[in-house]
């Protein structure tokens, strides 16, 4: 597995880069010294973007798709397109959403790697999800890459990203380009959606708990037994650029290797937050029972998670909890009053 290193750091393209991940790969992708367009329908919500430049898009249109790659890239030359654009967020959005996920997303995967081969000279990234595969048992064995197959994904969600996997796998062989597919876990940190229903778990969680009062209960969904992985954000962008310079062409997951209930996600926030809490878990959309995926084709690369669950959950719960307090009641992050008060019976 060889890590490509040219003389001259490429211009990047980031679609997505007004979401949580693309922003902070965007600032990633500077501090290496690359020059940088951002693409999104939105600029960055938690502060400013770094890129060079920044272009409103909507990549479901084709003509978007080729403006977003074309000639004026800053700095010229080969480019590396990053395509983490996509319509998503947490269960409570992805159990609501097929219609949408299905056809935004799709239209973007689809136009955006044609453009990108059409516009040539490009190495493409696509952010994929662990979401392609079944859900598991507890305790079963880790799957690794090829055990995507037979295909048998939980959620409209990650039949989409395997579809969109398969689109990128067939440019690479028709065009022959370089094209580079990860399978994020779940990934957090400061400056990602914390309300307003797009939010994952940790996010979730550590407004819920930033929010509560001493001795109040919180309402999480399913019954706690869920168990997953998170990766912080940093950790998670390193791994993509590692693997954006490497010769791995198969799809590959990154992920930490700290797997948790989603009763001890809770502890974590609450200890690390300093508050006797109490949970009361309620019907909802859980997703799938369990997780556990093997990590050695992205750690064959040099990479492992470095940042644990606690000391992440650290950054987020200081970054979640400031969110919190400056929104104040115009959030929808404090307990309703009627909620609490039904909690408290
Ligand atoms: P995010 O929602 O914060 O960012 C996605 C961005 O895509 C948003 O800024 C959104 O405005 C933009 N977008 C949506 N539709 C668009 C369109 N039509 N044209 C242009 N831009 C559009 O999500 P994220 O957490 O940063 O995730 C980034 C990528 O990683 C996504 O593809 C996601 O599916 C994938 N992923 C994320 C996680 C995770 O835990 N965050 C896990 C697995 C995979």
Known sequence: MA???????PAAIVCGAGGFIGHHLVTKLKSRGYTVRGVDLKLPEYGPSSADEFLLLDLRNPAACVEAVSGSVPGGGPAEVYQLA??????????????????????????????SAEAGNVRYFFASSVCIYRDMLHGEAALSEDDAYPALPANEYGWEKLYSERVALAYARRYRMDVRIARFQNCYGPEGAWQGGREKV???????????????VIELWGDGSAVRSFVYVDDLVDAVLRLMA???????????????????????????????????????????????????????????AKVSLEEGVGRTYKWV??????????SDATLSSGNRAALRR
């Open 321 to 330: 909890s400031a969110q919190v307090a400056a929104a104040g009641d115009d």
């Open 86 to 115: 996509a319509d998503m967020g947490g269960m409570g959005f992805i159990s609501g959403a097929d219609c949408e996920m299905l056809r935004d997303n799709a239209a973007i995967n689809a136009n955006m790697i044609h453009a």
């Open 3 to 9: 890590i490509r290193k040219p003389a001259v750091a």
């Open 202 to 216: 940790p996010a979730a969680v550590c407004r819920k708990v930033a929010a509560a009062q001493p001795g109040d």
């Open 246 to 304: 490497s010769d791995v062409a198969a799809p590959t997951n990154i992920g930490s290797r700290e797997y948790v209930s989603i009763a001890k996600l809770f502890e974590i926030v609450a200890a690390v937050a300093g508050k006797n809490l109490r949970v009361r878990y309620v019907p909802g959309p859980v997703g799938v029972q369990s997780r556990n995926f093997s990590n050695a084709r992205i750690e064959s690369l040099g990479w492992q």
